[in-house]
């Protein structure tokens, strides 16, 4: 689990805290994301393909169910 920066957190620090924490997964390996669809994990998804373009993302949508629907 990434966890959540300090806000004014920049870029650059950012995409090394996602670098730093998918540093352990062997070259071209399988990922499962499991993504909302809102901002944080369509980020997070985004940015786990810019910082290791050589894993094989799989996105699950997961609908929480927290929203009613609009």
Same mark, same amino acid.
């Given at each position: 689990?990434? &966890?959540? #920066?300090?806000? &004014? $957190? &920049? @870029?650059?620090?950012? #995409?090394?805290? =996602?670098? +730093? *924490? #998918?540093?352990? !997964?062997? /070259?071209?390996?399988?990922? %499962? #994301?499991?993504?909302?669809?809102? @901002? +944080?994990? $369509?980020? %997070?998804? =985004? %940015? /786990? *393909?810019?910082? *290791? @373009? +050589? !894993? *094989? !993302?799989? !996105? ?7 929203? /009613? @629907?609009?």
């Amino acid at each position: 689990m990434i &966890g959540a #920066l300090p806000p &004014g $957190t &920049g @870029p650059e620090a950012v #995409l090394a805290s =996602v670098r +730093d *924490r #998918l540093a352990v !997964l062997p /070259t071209a390996s399988t990922v %499962l #994301l499991a993504c909302s669809g809102g @901002p +944080d994990s $369509t980020a %997070l998804a =985004v %940015l /786990t *393909r810019v910082v *290791r @373009p +050589d !894993l *094989r !993302l799989v !996105l699950a949508h997961v609908t929480h169910g927290l929203r /009613t @629907p609009a």
